[in-house]
């Protein structure tokens, strides 16, 4: 697949502003900062960047509760997601939604999501918007390997085959759903396989490397616009980091996530550009400082800005009391 030098350190940046905006978040949640429940992407940032890579501002995205990596893909802007984080007025929801409600449909971004599997029917549903309006958008759908195991998985992908939506599924496949290990309740090795049970297309795909998800997701965003019908991506991938905040992690042993982050996506781009001269020591220097200068001042713009105001405790609520 031939991307230009431009496109290509464009996504390795976007790698890393996912990768230093949640060490930050992680910081500041130490320091009391962030409000509410973190779930990090940490590992996965090859999922999020090589899929979306291959989307334009008007194709739509559905996220989950590990949002982040999606929401920076796709073009969040970091200082209203920090804000958002730290509960504050100027955040994507005011400041009262937290990390796992942040949306910006400006961009196309429908919705992190705290129900497991909650997107799957919004982004079907998105995609018959699309059919009915005749337009080559797609939309594509991020979910984990606990949501396919929800009665939703089932419902979306059947109705998106038969009707043949522009929707790509992009299974994250990190092995666990919070403390559960994969094989413990799926039989199948590759969930890829479970699209054979609605007749589209499955395909699984090394998630650590941002290249071969690119090119799967090409492929399957590419037959999607052309109306073609859906297909199931599963990238094989990893979270560094606990389920979320507080997660002791007896479920797995430090070897299994030494061995695993010995395939940290991030280094592994960084070594391919290298290897194909595209990019120097110096330059990836560079562009880690340009990207910690990015998140500060989105550190600064949250810190900032003010809680909001009480009196507005009942606006932008769904129910009041
Ligand atoms: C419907 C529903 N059931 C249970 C939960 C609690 N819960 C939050 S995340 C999670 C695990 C999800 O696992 P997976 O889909 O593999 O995503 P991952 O966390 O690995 O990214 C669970 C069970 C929830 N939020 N929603
Ligand atoms: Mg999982």
New binding site residues.
Partial sequence: MDLSKEKLLEMYRTMLKIRIFEETALYESSRGNVQGAL?L?IG?EAVAVGVCANLRKEDYITS???GHGHCIAKGADVKRMMAELFGKVTGYCKGKGGSMHIADFSIGMLGAN?????GIGMATGAALAIQMRKTDQVTVCF??????N?GPFHEGLNMAAVWKLPVVFVC???????W?P?EKVTLVTDIADMAVAYGMPGVSVDGMDVMAVYETAHQAISRARRGEGPTLVECKTY?FHG??LGDAQQYRSKEEVAEWSKRDPIKLFQAFLQDKSLLTEAEAKQIEESVRREIEEAVEFASSSPFPPPEEVFEDVVSKA
Avoid: K, L
């Fill in positions: 779930h992407y996965e989950t509760h590990r705290g129900i497991v599997a909650g979910f984990g390997d606990g949501a396919a929800r994250e496949n990190n092995r666990y759903a919070q559960t994969q979270r389920h979320s």
